[in-house]
């Protein structure tokens, strides 16, 4: 949200051009990590852009879009705090938002540390602004965010978990919307649009 409570982001102006070029008004469901998928399976949603990481698990149950950005999954920590890899989480507090592919892969990577789990990227932030949390997993693009908004806390990237490519997810055999979709991001990979706007969060 920005100042004016309007909903806002790289997600948020993409779905407002996707919304544009097919001629139809947008209409924003908030979803969290966990249930971003569950949404789109029942309705709740015709289309998910919601920084939804293309991944084999995921392409079991939704379709995808041909990539339109890049994301990383990354940990994060103030810069007194020295982790170098996952053997440094042995034995601390790692946070991350429930049900997200950050969340899995802090789980499956960090073994010896303890997962603390947050509803959404919200109550995460929250947690970690206010002295609850100090190391968490998640996107490089929220890291930039709390960075922004906390210049304080000292937060910084202490390493990369793994790249993803970002997709646009829609249900599974909905092939005339995944052509369609497909076509619409080339186009605007091709124009600079999806550069643009996630330059423009994300730097």
Known sequence: MDSSMKATGSDVETARLLAKDLGLELEIVQTTGANRIPFLQTGKADVV???????PESEKVIDFSVPYAQIQAVIAAPKSVVVKGFADLAGKR???????????????????????RFDDDATLVTAIASGQVEIFATSSALVKSVVEKAPALGIEIKFVMKSFPLGIGMRKGETKLQAWINDW?????????LAGIYKRFHG
């Open 49 to 55: 852009i919601s920084s939804l990481s293309v991944t």
């Open 94 to 116: 790692v946070a991350t938002a429930r049900g997200t592919t950050n969340d899995r892969l802090a789980t499956e990577g960090a073994t010896g540390a303890k997962i603390v």
């Open 185 to 193: 991001v080339a186009k605007n990979n091709q124009n600079g649009n």
